[in-house]
Structures are given as structure tokens and as C-alpha cells.
Nanobody, 124 residues
């Protein structure tokens, strides 16, 4: 089992940057596929970025490509989301998720464990 706790959210002006962290506990973290999702008020949850267990593959939603970077430090059981060039439309609750089985995916329901989320607000 994996427990996830996000941090690093906050209020930032458009064009600014934030770095989200997701601290994981549990023996399976190092073999888990990790993902970041977000949900804005009144909208469905959407995939943001993902990374496989050995960092050999990262994948992004088109809306964040070139601005966001996902990374992980398996020694620290932590996954990060570096967000640059933030836009007001990036405002949402950001959650990290872990997927135990092999196979990258952008589908939220295929992830097994979720954090509680951290709020990111981008002002114009």
C-alpha cells in the first residue's frame, strides 16, 4: 500500500512558478507509476503528467507540455511537479496518484492510491 501527501501549492501570479512535492510511504513506491492530476471548480479531474518507476518515460497533457516537468527521487520516495509559466487556467486542486501495475496511462480510475490534494491558484 502507498500513502501520498502533497505540498507546495499556493497563490502565484501569472507567469510565475511553483514546485509541488508528493511524499510517499509504502514499500511499493519505487515500482509505482506516479501521476499528477488536477481538478478545477466545476470541471472534471484531468491528467497533468506521469512518470514510470525508473524515470525512463515521462508524459504530459498537451496543455502543460513545455511548461511543467515531472520528476521523482526514489531514494526520497518523492515525486515532484515543477510548474513554470503558470496561467490562470492552471488554477486547480492538484493531486498525485500511484499506480501499482505496469503500463503508463492517463486514466485516473486506473491509479490505485491518491493524495488529498494541494490548491494552486494563479492570478491574472
Amino acid at each position: 500500500q502507498v500513502q501520498l501527501v502533497e505540498s507546495g501549492g499556493g497563490l502565484v501570479q501569472a507567469g510565475g512558478s511553483l514546485r509541488l512535492s508528493c511524499a510517499a510511504s509504502g514499500r511499493t513506491f519505487r515500482t509505482s507509476i506516479m501521476g499528477w492530476f488536477r481538478q478545477a471548480p466545476g470541471k472534471e479531474r484531468e491528467f497533468v503528467a506521469g512518470i514510470n518507476w525508473d524515470k525512463s518515460n515521462t508524459y504530459y497533457a498537451d496543455s502543460v507540455k513545455g511548461r511543467f516537468t515531472i520528476s521523482r527521487d526514489n531514494a526520497k520516495n518523492t515525486v515532484y511537479l515543477q510548474m513554470n509559466g503558470l496561467k490562470p487556467e492552471d488554477t486547480a486542486v492538484y493531486s498525485c496518484a500511484a499506480k501499482s501495475r505496469m503500463g503508463i496511462t492517463t486514466t485516473a480510475k486506473l491509479f490505485d492510491y491518491w493524495g488529498q490534494g494541494t490548491q494552486v491558484t494563479v492570478s491574472s
